[in-house]
């Protein structure tokens, strides 16, 4: 889009695409975290953790979808549902509803004679009319919802993105790379710079502090492991499970 000066602003035209990855990531990191930090606090073997890890992995991934599916199915037939009436309303009552156009731009402030021409320009093309009256009256947008399939598509994937990470320094401690000691601590690592990365993105998407948003983001992550390797910790050591 151009603005007054001639240069081209950028605008997020899939914002829906870019929640679904950074829910998906976000989710998938602080959940393979949470457990192998959990496992591990129990002194648990590499293959134990990895076992467990994956399987939490994929069956949050699963769960996940399933559920960001479900929704933005659910809301677009809501939304849908609410169109069909528009145009209902439009072929049955288009004097009616020719006069909540007037009204929508009385309410911004144009004077009469504008009110008119701009009114006749929109009810002059069906599809332009429908628009307006769903962006403007009722504030509804199918492109922002998104599509159900893609999300849940996107949200499988960056859920397992994310998941995979925290997993990784186990997967080299088992073949022998890095001592296991050593790989709670470089999931953490791996977890809080992935995390801060994503969360500076989106901030800065949002035209947001980018640091706040990176430190918010990695700060989630790292608040789960540390439960997580405390509950297993005191699990551990009050006999309560021994791998």
């Known amino acids: 889009m151009l603005n ?5 602003e950028p605008h ?7 929640r679904d990855f950074v829910f998906g990531f ?19 073997s590499a293959d134990f953790i990895i076992l467990a890890s994956l399987v939490g992995m994929f069956t949050g ?7 960001n599916f479900l929704a933005v199915k659910s809301l677009r037939e809501i939304l849908e549902s609410e169109i069909k009436r528009e145009e209902f309303e439009i072929e049955t009552y288009p004097e009616k509803e020719r006069l909540e156009i007037e009204e929508i731009y009385r309410a911004k402030e144009f004077d009469e004679n504008l009110v008119k021409q701009v009114t006749d320009k929109i009810t002059s093309n069906k599809k332009v009319w429908l628009k307006t009256m769903l962006t403007e009256e009722l504030e509804l947008n199918l492109d922002i919802v998104g599509n159900p399939i893609k999300g849940a598509f996107i949200m499988f994937v960056s859920f397992i993105i994310g998941g ?17 000691q050593f790989s709670l601590w470089i999931a953490i690592a791996i977890s809080l710079t992935s995390s801060f990365l994503i969360g500076a993105k989106k901030a800065n998407l949002a035209k947001k502090n980018w640091v706040k948003g990176g430190i918010e983001m990695s700060g989630l992550g790292t608040g789960i492991a540390l439960l997580g390797y405390g509950i297993g910790a005191e699990l551990y050591s009050a006999n309560l499970l021994k791998y």
Not at 61 to 67: D, N
């Open 164 to 180: 995979v990470l925290p997993i990784l320094p186990y997967l080299l401690s088992r073949s022998g790379f890095i001592p296991i």
């Open 12 to 18: 997020i035209k899939e914002s829906n695409h870019i």
């Open 61 to 67: 991934a699963k769960a996940m979808a399933v559920q």
């Open 26 to 44: 976000g989710d998938g990191i602080n959940t393979s975290l949470g457990i192998v930090a959990g496992v591990g606090g129990a002194n648990s």
């Open 4 to 8: 007054n000066s001639g240069h081209l």
